[in-house]
């Protein structure tokens, strides 16, 4: 049994992932903000756990999520925000969560990103999109240069069919591009996947809907 601290554990990805963890046997800390969703954590078999990235600092994180072994960063300031809270959630939030990954000596950290944002944002893209698009990179940026054994997973457009366990696994900047659909039940899989392959550590992968069983299609991609 291993235990698994999830930042923005609320999330549709995060409660799949959760869910999913608790079933394999996994302890999940599930990190919240709203304490009305803690009975939601506790349904999907998680232990939630209260810590708000915008107003508490890593030092507290990392108090809270001291014995996990492995964080997942699922954390987002959602698509009704503004340009503000993609600094301080989707930047800010990976940036304490990263620091107290550290403080707590949790080495393993995967993090949720999506295709492209390694990429300059495109012009003519909306304001607070492009915000959007700035942090997310500059937190894959800061994870990479963390020291810590990371994992960026890169989903396309997320999508709520029903997941296949399937799909096709890219390193960044090869085969996937903008434009395709990543079912976010699959990416949940594929997080549970990963947390399992060492072999996936320093690596950015793209996911997009395909037809290998997704640890296949994880070695496929690994195996270059």
């Given at each position: ?161 029903p997941g ?38 320093g690596k950015?992968?793209?996911l997009a ?16």
């Amino acid at each position: 049994m291993s235990t698994i601290a999830i930042i923005g554990a609320h999330g549709n990805i995060a409660r799949q992932l959760t869910r999913r963890l608790s079933e394999a046997g996994d302890r999940v800390l599930g990190v919240i903000r709203d304490p009305g969703h803690s009975d939601d954590i506790r349904s999907d078999g998680g232990t939630p756990v209260l810590h708000d990235l915008e107003a508490e600092d890593s030092e507290a994180l990392a108090a809270k999520i001291g014995d996990a072994d492995a964080l997942v960063f699922a954390a987002g300031a959602g698509p009704g925000s503004g340009v503000a809270r993609k600094q301080t959630v989707d930047l800010g939030g990976s940036l304490q969560s990263i620091d107290a990954a550290k403080r707590a000596g949790i080495t393993r950290f995967v993090q949720i990103s999506f295709i492209g944002a390694q990429d300059p944002v495109p012009q003519g893209t909306d304001e607070v999109f492009a915000a959007y698009w700035e942090a997310k990179r500059a937190a894959d940026e800061a994870l990479r240069d963390s020291g810590l054994d990371w994992t960026i997973v890169k989903p396309g457009g997320l999508t709520d069919d029903p997941g296949t366990s399937r799909g096709t696994v890219a390193l960044s900047g090869t085969d996937l591009n903008r434009g395709v659909k990543t079912r976010r039940a699959d990416v949940a899989e594929f997080i549970q996947v990963v947390l399992t392959e060492d072999a996936s550590i320093g690596k950015d992968l793209d996911l997009a809907e395909g037809d290998r069983p997704l640890a296949e299609a994880l070695s496929v991609a690994l195996r270059g």
